[in-house]
DNA sequence: CGGTAAATCCAAAGCGCTTTGGGGATTGTG
DNA sequence: CACAATCCCCAAAGCGCTTTGGATTTACCG
């Protein structure tokens, strides 16, 4: 059923059936009932391609997922980043495009999307330092907004992030009070911004508190569970090992709690544990009682919101760049606890 | 830029650019090298949208997410599943989009997707038994492929699966041959196909083996790591505690262990545990030697098989459907071992 | 050299929608 | 009752592409 049929069906033009439809003024209240009631009946839709044509708009919001070579790793937070964003898209009638891009073809990714004029906006995913994406857009005019920040980009951009910093340095300051000095850090990898400037506010603590730095006690990788196990691992190897550890993620918390167990230690009596939890709907952090102390912030939330402020932004582009700054919850969990004694 | 402008810059028709560069026979090869040279130099890509609108395809396929209203889980494997599907897609010109759907108006979405023409097909995720998808598809006429098969359903589909029947009647084996008999199985929710078979298979085994069924041994719900936790909390506790235990992803599996553990108990030597693992990027099962006893099969390879399946039923309409069993490999970890003796 | 076939290219229609620019019918006003 | 203002509705153009049905040119042959 296309507007042509439906609107022979009812005897009107299509002028007048797509005017019902769209909600415009100059169509009487009785004949909009009877459309629409139509439309229903014969389960018409008009076809995104052709309004998308008619309008000039795509209709479509792409979502570029990153995927590092390297280990060919999918971001473990974008489905229910997704599950966020997507709601919101469908209340506006926006269909929602993903591309996957392997490092290095982001840039013909995004260009592709743009020549192709399939989305009239994108999501960017996972920005790094000074991340060449923001440039790139607003040189070729795509609307877009950042899940993140981009430390030292140079030209403006609308974001919504985390407080990472001070999350963690909170986290850190947390473990600082219990008595903990020799605390680790299990992070992302540190050209991510995120991972960046959650180093930022663990370093900041530590220094504030006259707590030296030491390089054998910060990692820095993917955030899986292997790494967070070889990691804590290792760092309980040392001839000073740490009584807390700081993790990027509850996934590579969960290897970290998996050495300190193989080791013989007790978490939250000999090793201490926070981590950054992004409330992923498959991974919950225990059910009341968190199980690790946690910086807890909902991703969903953040898609969700996100897609908001990217809809708002094509409709009117005047509208000056948002930037959303979302505080973690510190939640206090059975993972943490006051620094052994040293005997 | 568009055609027009092109062919203009060229001093051709549209007719002859578009002929050109869709590989058409009708043009000279050396217009042809000059039509593309242009196009490349000034970035010239035809817009999905009018190219849908006159072709009559919509270039795109599409990707329903189920999400369970209860607890608002997002499948974990999506990523992974995705990435796989998603290089498929890009290197046949097809775009790839997503909806969410919650329990319940599932239907509403996919005749949303029919009635829009928005896709040329569709990917059904997580089959049930006598899925009504499956139906509804073939009466509305959507060209689709279903990941997993749905046992009981009537009309005819093209799969592709995994034959988890046959992994956990395998893993049971493994684990009777080991002398276990008391053995526990932390299923995901059986209204899902593949949760019904992966029981089945464990049923199976143990009929075979003489060895009775034990309800306090059988649970099933979403596959979280809290689930995988006080499942195995709650039997450990039972009078007749199990020695071993079979989980349906390396997500309870990590729950599985943490009770383990806070009983007391070591993991392959008081209790044994294989898990079924889809290889997801970001939760591999250890590094060479896996972490747990495994069924393994690769969510991401699926992704990308499944997309190619689905590409050629649109394509040739008249091909039968395909049906692919892959067999899960079973990966000997360090989470298994004789069963305890009794004193 | 006339005629035919093959090789190239083009104008225009059409995909399903929105939107511009009217135009007839109805209503209100003096 | 004449006229203007509203109300409703419509025909047709246009979005960027593909494709049909020629038209024109070139190549070839007897």
Chains 1, 2 share one sequence.
């Not at 070729?140 to 609308?158: C, E, Q, T």
């Not at 001070?166 to 903990?180: N, S, V, Y």
């Not at 290792?234 to 050495?259: E, Y």
Request: proline share 5%; charged share 20%.
């Amino acid at each position: 059923m296309n507007l042509k049929q439906l609107s022979q069906k009812l005897g009107l033009s299509q002028t007048t059936v797509s005017r019902a439809l769209n909600g415009y003024p100059e169509v009487n209240e009785a004949t909009r009932l009877r459309v629409e009631r139509a439309a229903a009946q014969y389960q018409y839709r008009p076809s995104t391609r052709a309004k998308g044509l008619a309008t000039g708009k795509a209709l479509a919001i792409g979502h570029v997922i990153p995927i590092s070579t390297k280990h060919e790793m999918v971001n473990p937070i974008f489905g229910d980043f997704i599950a966020g964003a997507g709601e919101t898209y469908a209340r506006n009638g926006y269909e929602m495009i993903l591309s996957i891009a392997a490092d290095g073809q982001e840039e013909q990714v995004y260009r592709g999307l743009k020549a192709r004029r399939a989305v009239d906006g994108v999501v960017v995913h996972g920005p790094r330092l000074d991340d060449s994406r923001i440039t790139l857009l607003n040189d070729i005019g795509l609307p877009f907004v950042v899940h993140g920040r981009s430390s030292g980009a140079s030209s403006p951009y609308a974001w919504l992030d985390v407080n990472n910093r001070h999350a963690f340095q909170r986290a850190t300051d947390f473990l600082i009070d219990l008595g903990h000095t020799r605390i680790g850090l299990i992070n992302g990898m540190e050209f991510m911004d995120f991972a960046h400037r959650r180093r930022d506010g663990y370093t900041k603590a530590l220094l504030a508190h006259g707590i030296p730095l030491d390089p054998d006690l910060m990692r820095s990788s993917e955030m899986t569970e292997v790494f967070g196990y070889q990691s804590t691992r290792d760092m309980l190897a040392l001839d000073n090992p740490p009584t807390a550890l700081l993790c990027a993620s509850l996934i590579s918390a969960l290897g970290a709690r998996r050495a300190v167990e193989e080791a013989g230690l007790v978490m939250g009596r000999d090793v201490s544990i926070i981590t950054h939890d992004d409330d992923l709907s498959y991974l919950k952090n225990g059910d009341d009682i968190p199980i690790f102390t946690a910086t807890r912030s909902s991703v969903r939330a953040a898609g969700a919101r996100l897609a908001e402020m990217l809809l708002a932004a094509i409709a009117d582009p005047t509208l000056p760049h948002q930037h959303v700054l979302l505080e973690a919850e510190l939640m206090v969990g059975r993972s943490t606890g006051p620094a052994p004694r040293k005997e």
